[in-house]
């Protein structure tokens, strides 16, 4: 299929005809769509994943631990380290905004080399060229906050490292991934220091998450290189639709009240909390995305203003893709943000950084219904939040 909108429309089609079984692995891909095109909320609603599986656990009460801003303390923790590995969920874009703001920070710290998993060796050129394209990697790498992490790792002298296994069984993936990243990047360059942005329990620092006792991506890579990681999870403590009795989170969010990616660091010592502390160094608290068409996390903080778009960018044609590309990049580059007109008569906004653009709006047939070129102007002081 051609584009991201065609196998959206391709799933809506087949998810009724599937067994529960299948319609379960069917959802997962349904949502990261929803996310790539960019409808945050609905790929929450759609794959209300909850891998909050851990053993009870007492949460940290507040005469104890303090909340606490997470790229400050992964940054803290990552002073003299040489491996940090991250962890996302792949249709949850808000687990991505932590990486993009750790990326000056870590190379700041010197940091060489990024990894990202949903990059691929299909694209030679990408380091030359300075931003990702469709065939840059796989189809989450077509969600723009994953592009655009590329890209500012690509503008910050980061050495961008592809390291995705094809082998047919988990095991094997986990293992080939770990040699990729030693041999890549760890095994002949001493003063090598790696960042990886993953997935899920491949950041696990021990067995249990995958499986049986299928040995995940860090458990390998420490085992080939010597190297202890600071494992940094973010797939536990945030949004995952509407689940009744969620109460660990929601305890979490009524103690603490965070706002953006957060931590909790206890008030004596400044050690950061895990409720799963033999596989993860640090575990994120992400806030819930609020009610709004589009989540508000989408600000960054503050470095992205709206620019409101509506359903008439498209006609009677839908559904539509309406999506903004810096103006120096291609046609096939991955785009600033987009969205995705499902029904007539809705507006909506864009969230985009200070800079010339290139909008576009085309249907699943590849059609483009209009094109036109903007400026996004600075961002007054008063009017960046944080």
Known sequence: ?????????????????????DRITAL??????????????EALRDFPFNNRNAPHVDLPQPDQWQ???AADVVTRLAHGRRLV???????DAHTRELTLELLPRL????????AAEALTDDDPDLAQRGYPVNRTGSEYLHEPLYGQIIRRALQLGFIVVPYESEAPSLSAREAEQARNLYRRVLRDNPGARLFVHGGYAHIDKAAGNLGGQV????????????????TVDQSRWRDIGDLAGDDAYTHLLSAYSPQRPSVLVRRDTGAAWSSDPLRHDVEVILPPAGNQRRPRWLDLGGQRSTRPISSDLCGRHLPCVVEARFSNESEDAIAADRYTFLRPDIT???YLWPGDYRLTAWSADGHVWTRRDFTVPPI???????
């Open 1 to 21: 299929m051609r584009n991201d909108l065609q196998r959206h429309q391709y799933l809506v089609g087949l998810l009724p005809q599937l067994s529960t079984t």
């Open 28 to 41: 997962q891909l349904y949502a990261a769509l929803d996310n790539e095109l960019g409808l945050y909320n």
């Open 67 to 69: 909340l606490a801003d």
């Open 85 to 91: 590995l991250i962890n996302e969920a792949h249709h």
């Open 107 to 114: 190379r700041a710290e010197g940091f060489t080399h990024f």
């Open 215 to 230: 040995q995940p991506m860090a458990v390998v890579l420490k085992q080939l290189s010597g190297i202890d990681p600071l």
């Open 348 to 350: 909506a906004s864009l």
């Open 380 to 386: 007054h002081p008063d009017e960046a939040g944080h």
